[in-house]
C-alpha cells in the first residue's frame, strides 16, 4: 500500500544542494495519519522557517534548536513514521538531509563523534577535527543559515543528542527513541510524538492490505480475533498478514487457532509486551522451508545492519541468485525488510533476537564457525578484487567476483565499509586470526586515510591484537609500525614515535634486524618532522650501521638517501652530496635506474640548493636518460619540471618553457598536467615546491 498522504503541499518542487541520505520511503504504512499532519505542520505552518507557498517566515523569531521527537516502544512504528515524514519535509529543506542510526546491529551505542564525522564529510569536510566537541563545533558552523535536515534514529539518551544539535533555527533535527525526548532545556523547541498500538480501524486496513480485503470481510469474527492476538502491534500484524497472503488455502480462523496455541505456550517465557510479536515469529519460522529458514538463522552471523546476496551466499554456501530469491521471500514475509540501499536487507531492530536464539538451538558450533569463516573469506575476496579493479587490474580478477569498472568498485566500497569494518571487528573478537589479518591488510589499502581516519587506525589496532593473540613479533612491530605512520599523517608525532619506539622493542626482543631498522629509520623520520635534526640524524646513523652490519645494500641506499636529504635541510651540502653519492654507487651496484634517477634528483636538488646550477642541470640530464632506461614517464616528467625551474632561476625562460611542454606530453595525472598548463598558459612561477622524487 502507497504511504499515507498529507495534502499537496507535501510536494514542493525544489533542487537538492546538499547530501540526501534519507532511506527509501516506508511501505504497507497505515494510521498515524493524524500524527503526520500534525507534525508536518509544526515544522512549515505559520511562524515555521522554512518557506510554504513561496512565502519566508521570520526565522530569527524561532528557538535555535528545532527538533521533532517520535518516541514509541520496538517494533512500533516510530522508524517509518520519522522515515515518511522526513521525506514529506525534504522538499523544504533544499541544503541536503542528513541521516543515522544511533545504535549499531546489536544495540550498541554510536558514539556520537563517529556520527560527526560522516556528517562532516558528507557536507564535504574532508579532514574533520579529531575532538568530539571540534567536530561537533565544525558541524554547528557548517549549517549555519542552511536549511538542512537531520533524521536521528535509536537515539538512546539526551547526553549522545546534544553533539548532533545544529544550534541553527533553519535546521531541523527528528529523532526517534523509546522513551519521551527530556533534558534538552528550554532553549529548544521540541514536538513530541508518542506512538501507541494501532487503532481497530488501522489494524484491520494493515491485514486486508497484506492478507486481502476479501478475506477478512468474509469472515470479519474470525479477523478481529486475529486482531487481538497480535495486540494490534503493527509488526506482529505484519508477519501474520504476510504470512496469510503468502498462504491462500489458509483462513484467517486457521491461523487464529495457531497462534492462540503458540501464545500458551509462550506464556510466561517472555515479556507479555512481545507476546504477539514472538508468537508469530515461532509460527512463521516453522512453516518456512528448511532452506529458507537455515539461511535465516545464518543472518545472524552478518556482523554488521545491513546484507545483500554476496553474504547470504557465503554463509548458506549457495550461489548469489539462489540467495537473492531467498531473501526476496524473507522479506514478503516481513523476517527481513529492505535496506536503506537498493538489493540489500536488514532485520527488523526486534526480530534478529529471536533469529540469533533460533540459531544458538539449531546450529552446531562447527557450522556456526564454518559460515563465518566463509563470509569473511568472501568480503576478502570481493574487497581484492575491488582493489584490482580500482588500480587497473580487473582483467586478473575471478569473474564470479569481478565487478564491472572501477567505478562500481568505488560504489560498492563505499556501500560496504560499515560491513567490512564489522567482519573485521567480529573476526577479531571471535579470535579468527588468519581471515583478521587478511581482511584487515586489504581494507588499509583500500581505504583513505583521510576521509576514514578512525576507522584506519581501528582495523590496525585489531591487527596488533591478533599478533599479540597469535604470538607474532613480527606481524606486531609493522602493525605498530602502520599505527605510527596513521599518526605521522595526523601530525600527532608524539603517538607515533611511541608506536615507533614500540616497534622497535619488539623486534630487538625477536633478534628481527629488517623489523629494527624499519623503526630507526621511521623514528628518524619523525624527529625530522619535529624539527629535531641532529636526533633524527643519530637514528639514522645506527640505521646505517645495522643495514651494514647484516649487509643489506638496498637498506643501506634508502638510509643514505634520507641521511643526505637531512643533512641539505641543515645546510651542510657538502656532507650531503657525499651520502647522495654513497647512495647512488648502491644503486648502480644493483643496477636499478628508476632508483639511480631518483638519487640523481636528489643529487641535482642539493647542488642546486648549494647555488650551483651548471652542475645541477647537468646531474639532471643524467637523472632523465636513467628514468627513460626505466621506462618511467612519470617520473621523467617531474624530472623536467624540476629542470625547467633550475632553467627559470638561471635566467633561461625559453628552455624552461621547453621543458615543461615535454612534461606535458608525458603527465598522465591530471591535476599534475593542468598545473603544467597554467604555467605554460602564463608563464608565471610554480604556486609551490615541486612534486618530491623519492
Sequence with gaps: MPPTRVGDDAAVPTVRLGPAQLPPMPTEFVGRADELRTLYGWVTGPGAAVPVHGVAARASLLPPDRVV??????????????????????????????????????GETVAPAE????????????????????????????????????????????AQLRPLLPESPTALVVVTSVGPLTGLGRAAAVRACALDVLDHRAAAQLLGDLAGHTRVACDPRAADELLSLCDYHPAALKLAGAWLRARQRYALADV??????????????????????????????????????????????????????????????????????????????????????????????????????????????????SARVRLLDRYVRLARAAEHTIAGRGDDVPADVRFA???HARAWLREERPELLAAARVAGAAGLDGPTRRLVAVLTRLLDRRAHWRDVRELHELALAAARRHGSGRQEAVALLNLGNLHVARAELEQAL????????????????????????????????LGDLQRAADWYDRALLLRRTVGDEEGQARVLSHLGRLHARMGRFEQALRDHRAALGVRRRLDEPAEVGRVLVDI??????????????????????????????????????????????????GEAHARRRQALALLSDVPQADAVRRL???GSEPAGPPARVD
Design 405 to 407: 569498472s572501477a567505478a
Design 115 to 158: 556520527v560527526l564525522e560522516a556528517f562532516l564529510h558528507a557536507l564535504g569536510d574532508r579532514e574533520p577535527p579529531g575532538g568530539s566537541d571540534d567536530r561537533s563545533g565544525r558541524f554547528r558552523e557548517l549549517l549555519v543559515d542552511r536549511r538542512i535536515l537531520v533524521l536521528l534514529e535509536d537515539l538512546t539518551g539526551t
Design 498 to 529: 611511541s608506536c615507533y619506539r614500540a616497534a622497535l622493542e619488539v623486534s630487538r626482543s625477536i633478534a628481527d634486524p629488517a623489523g629494527e631498522g624499519r623503526a630507526m629509520v621511521n623514528l628518524g623520520n619523525a624527529y625530522a618532522d
Design 69 to 106: 521527537s517520535i518516541s514509541g516502544p520496538p517494533g512500533i512504528g516510530r522508524s517509518s513514521l520519522a522515515v515518511l515524514l522526513a521525506h514529506r519535509l525534504a522538499p523544504h529543506f533544499p541544503d541536503g538531509v542528513l541521516y543515522a542510526r544511533l545504535t549499531g546491529a546489536r
Design 680 to 682: 605554460l598558459g602564463d
Design 256 to 369: 487464529g487457532r495457531r497462534l492462540r496455541a503458540e501464545r500458551l505456550r509462550l506464556h510466561g517465557s517472555c515479556d507479555d509486551t512481545e507476546l504477539a510479536l514472538r508468537a508469530c515469529f515461532t509460527l512463521v519460522h516453522r512453516e518456512l522451508v528448511p532452506s529458507a529458514a537455515r539461511l535465516l538463522r545464518l543472518l545472524a552471523l552478518v556482523p554488521g545492519r545491513e546484507f545483500g546476496p554476496d553474504a547470504a551466499a557465503a554463509l548458506a554456501d549457495c550461489g548469489p541468485d539462489a540467495a537473492a530469491r531467498s531473501l526476496a521471500e524473507l522479506c514478503e514475509l516481513h523476517l527481513l525488510e529492505p535496506g536503506a540501499i537498493p538489493g540489500r536487507y536488514r532485520f527488523h531492530e526486534l526480530l534478529r533476537g529471536y533469529v540469533q536464539e533460533c540459531l544458538d538451538a539449531e546450529e552446531r558450533p562447527g557450522e556456526r564457525r
Design 604 to 653: 641535482g636538488s642539493c647542488l642546486g640548493d648549494a647555488g650551483r646550477t651548471r652542475e645541477a642541470l647537468t646531474v639532471y640530464r643524467d637523472a632523465l636518460e636513467s628514468f627513460r632506461a626505466a621506462g618511467d614517464e612519470r617520473l621523467e616528467a617531474l624530472a623536467l619540471l624540476r629542470t625547467a625551474d633550475l632553467s627559470e632561476d638561471s635566467g633561461d625562460p
